[in-house]
Each structure stands twice: as C-alpha cells, then as structure tokens.
C-alpha cells in the first residue's frame, strides 16, 4: 500500500470483505441451527442433507448469469437486488413447516446469494491491478471465516436464549445494512468514484494487465474463446473438489462435534469456531503468497503452489483429526486443515484474473458453480455416508476428494492470458 499513489481500492475491498462476512452468516446459521432443527422436525441426517443442498441448488443456478450481468451492467447493481433477495428467503425460513417447503425456502435464498461472489469478483478486476489481486481476493475471502466465526456463538445464544427460529429472524437484517453502506460509500469501477485520485486511477489502469504497453490486450474475448480453454474447465473441477471439503466443514461440524464427539451445544459451537478463526489468517496470507509466487515463477506455477500444497496437506489433517483421540486434538487437527484448505482460496480466485480481466466475472461464475455442486453433493452425500458407514468414513471421503483436487490443478490447468482465436490477425506476434 503506497500512500503516495492513495489507498482507496483497499477501503472498497474491505466493503468486500464486510458482504463475504454477511453472505456467510446468512447461510451458516442453518449449520448451528440444524441440531435443534432436525430434533423438532425429526430429520435423519440425509434429510438434514437435503435440506442443506437445496441451497446450493438454487446457489448454482445463478452464478453465471451475475458474473455475466457483473461484467456488462456493474456488480454493485446486481450484489443489491441479490442481497435483498436472499434475505427475504433468510426470514422465511421458519416458516418451511414440511420437508418440501423447506427446500424451496433454501434454494430460493440460494438463488439471491449465488449472485454475490462473481459480481465481487468482476469488481476486483476493475478496482486491483493483477500484481494485488491475490492479496486482494485473500482479503475480500476473510469475510468468509469471519461471518462463520462469529456466527456459531451468536446463534447458539440466539437459540438458547430464544429459538432456533429467532436465528433467522435476527439474520434477515444483516444484508440490507450493508446495502446501506455500499450505497454511501461504494463505487463499481474507479472511473466512478469521484473521490479517487488521479494518481491512484492511473495506478489501476496502468499495471493490471503488468505492464502499460500490454494493458488491455486480447480484452475482446468471445464466450467460445472463453469456455473453449481446457484450462478454464479443469480448473473448475480442481475449484470443485476444495469446495466439497470448505462445504463439509461448514455444513456438518456443528453436528459433527455434538453427535460424532458428543459436545453440548455451547461447546459445538465454540469448538466449530476454531477452524475459522485459523482461516483468518490464512486467507490474506493465501492471497499474497500466490501474488509473491507468481512475481518470482511467473502466474502458472506461482499461483498454484499454495493451492496444491493446501489440498494436500488439508486432506492428510482432516484424515488425522479423524482419528484423534479427543475433541481437543480433533479440533486442533481439523483446525489446522481448514486453515491451509483455505490458504488456497486466494490464488484460486485471482486465476480468473489472469485468464480475463475484462471476462473475470463469467470465468469466476463458472469456477464458483463448480463449487457450488461440492455444496450441493457434500452435504448431502456426507449425510448418506453418516448414516451409512458413519462419521470417520464421510470424513475420509472429503480429505480423498481434496488431494484429488490438488493433482488436477497440478497437471492439467495452466494459467495464463486467454487469446482470441484469431489473436494473431488482431495483434502482432510479440517475440
């Protein structure tokens, strides 16, 4: 941060970082709430599953349509209706009385959330140069663990104090005050605010695509010259298998610690916030390594060499922690797994940068559907598994998928500048 050139980009991702902690609040009290939820409505552990994934349902259908609309019509317009949209759902969520309105409640409030993080995203790519855009998405993804963080004992008091119905109804109002505050003090590109300085304008505009003479190259990008990369795809499936694991571990903890470890609530809930609290710390770490890397190896390796080393290493503590003696070893292994899965997420999320700066909402849009469907089918399949083969099992399962993940990231997605396919009638090739 210069203060010569001016800050202003880093107080817009801080209002990033404050809607990535309201959209995880909003959907992760279904987490704490769902003991309580499932003794009431006398759900197995799939049905909890379901009810789980029907979010993530309604979550994937809209992703790439906000990316799109993002990247055409500004992300501030699209995060707004969504917010308002999902918290509706937040406060109707009580009033799913049966297992099928239940569904259609979550997956309606999926639909607004799914919104949020390409349009965040799209945003990034106007306000950050490429050169901060790990740092910057490692920031904005600190709203993550934060929102999950202080959600756990909020809503364990809300339901001690009250009902699991009242976490709901509490919650509902968290996304329109930060409407509010976008709307005071949010701008969907630089060129907008007019409290930006020139001399930080022309930072933006002049290093993010890593040098002034390159900037805006090969920007006229087709959705074919897009969605016809290899890489883009494989990378959506290596994004897949991280957040199959992210969903485990924020769906199922709660429940884990209380049934497979045999907690009270009160301590399910304290204990579920420690691997947030670690995920704090390591997703601005996360981001500026990737950003450190891809300076000294050049964006392909650089900004891959902590995600794989975080799915590896993710997956190898979660099979530890499964095996742990105590809660307290569990949770100081499942901690330190999270922890380093989440490591990941900043490299993960500047690579659509590097792909298309102009195009980075559609690609993130793709990448976040991809994730979506391991929020879709973890909190599901691990339910079936549960109930199945029981906890350790499910468990053994998410740490597999994770390491499986690295390995494709690894040998078959490349990350570099996508070029048009008839690139070379549009610019003369550089030697």
């Known amino acids: 941060m210069n203060p010569k050139i001016g800050n202003k980009r880093w107080l817009i991702i801080v209002q990033f970082l404050l809607c990535y902690l309201v959209l995880y609040m909003d959907r992760s009290n279904m987490s704490i709430a769902g003991p309580s939820m499932m003794k009431e409505f006398n759900w197995s552990a799939t049905q909890f599953g379901l009810v789980s994934t029907a979010f993530f349902m309604g979550y994937a259908c809209t992703m790439i349509i906000g990316g799109w609309l993002a990247d055409r019509f500004g992300g501030g317009k699209v995060i707004i209706f969504g917010a308002l949209w999902w918290s509706i759902f937040v406060f109707l969520t009580p009033f799913g009385t049966s297992l099928g309105l239940m569904v259609i409640i979550r997956m309606m409030m999926g639909m607004g ?43 364990a008091w809300i339901i001690q104090a009250h009902s699991w119905k009242m976490v709901f109804w509490t919650f509902a109002f968290t996304a329109p005050i930060w409407i509010l505050i976008w709307l005071r003090f949010g701008k969907d590109k630089p060129e907008n605010d007019p409290n930006l300085s020139q001399e930080e304008l022309a930072y933006i505009k002049s290093t993010q695509d890593g040098s002034q003479e390159m900037a805006g190259r090969y920007t006229d990008l087709t959705p074919k010259d897009i969605f016809s990369t290899p890489s883009v795809w494989t990378g959506a499936v290596s994004f897949f298998c991280t957040n199959y694991l992210f969903y485990l571990f924020m769906t199922w903890l709660p429940t884990y610690f209380m049934k497979g470890r045999g907690l009270q609530l009160g301590q399910s809930a304290l204990y579920t916030m420690m691997p947030y609290i670690v995920a704090v710390f390591t997703y601005p770490i996360g981001g500026y390594l990737a950003d450190k890397a891809a300076a000294k190896f050049e964006d392909n390796m650089g900004r891959k060499i902590f995600p794989v080393f975080g799915m590896i290493s993710a997956g190898i503590l979660l099979i530890l922690g499964s095996q742990a003696a105590n809660a307290v070893n569990a949770v100081a292994l499942i901690s330190a797994s999270n922890g380093l899965l989440c490591l990941t997420m900043g490299g993960y999320y500047s690579m659509p940068m590097v792909f298309s700066r102009k195009n980075a909402g559609k690609i993130t849009g793709l990448w976040s559907t991809f994730a979506t469907i391991g929020g879709i089918t973890a909190p599901l399949l691990t339910g079936v598994v549960v109930d199945a083969y029981g906890y350790t099992f499910a468990l053994y399962l998410g740490a597999g998928i994770s390491i499986i993940g690295s390995l494709i990231l690894l040998t078959t997605v490349r990350i570099k500048e996508i070029k048009p396919k008839n690139a070379s009638e549009i610019i003369p090739e550089l030697h």
């Open 113 to 155: 959330e799914g919104v949020a993080l390409p349009a965040i995203s799209s945003m990034v790519a106007k306000w950050i140069p490429k050169k901060e855009a790990g740092l910057a998405q490692g920031i904005c993804l600190v709203g993550v663990p934060l929102g999950i963080t202080l959600t756990m004992p909020f809503a």
